[in-house]
Every structure is written in C-alpha cells, then in structure tokens.
C-alpha cells in the first residue's frame, strides 16, 4: 500500500538483477525523484532448492 504524498509502483521482468540495478539508475539519474526503493521478487523456483 502507499500512502504518501507522490506514490508509484513499478513491476518489470528483468532477466537479471543488474538489469534492473541499470534501468532504476536510469530513472533516477534524471534528479526527478527524491527517493527510491527496489525489492527483488523471488520465484518458487530460486527460493526451493532440494
């Protein structure tokens, strides 16, 4: 949930942790936001290991 003043969720598929570290350096580098969060969603799969 977000409560806050500005608020934005952004979901994106990247095949890499790097290239989304890339694409949120991107976003950011332009100095129109004050603050950022990434959190890395896991699948199944990377969580399951037997």
């Given at each position: 949930?977000?409560?806050?003043?500005?608020?934005?969720?952004?979901?994106?598929?990247?095949?890499?942790?790097?290239?989304?570290?890339?694409?949120?350096?991107?976003?950011?580098?332009?100095?129109?936001?004050?603050?950022?969060?990434?959190?890395?969603?896991?699948t199944?799969?990377?969580?399951?290991?037997?």
């Amino acid at each position: 949930m977000c409560f806050g003043e500005y608020d934005a969720v952004f979901i994106a598929d990247m095949p890499k942790e790097e290239s989304m570290a890339g694409a949120a350096l991107a976003i950011t580098a332009g100095g129109a936001l004050k603050a950022g969060k990434t959190t890395a969603l896991m699948t199944g799969g990377r969580v399951w290991r037997p």
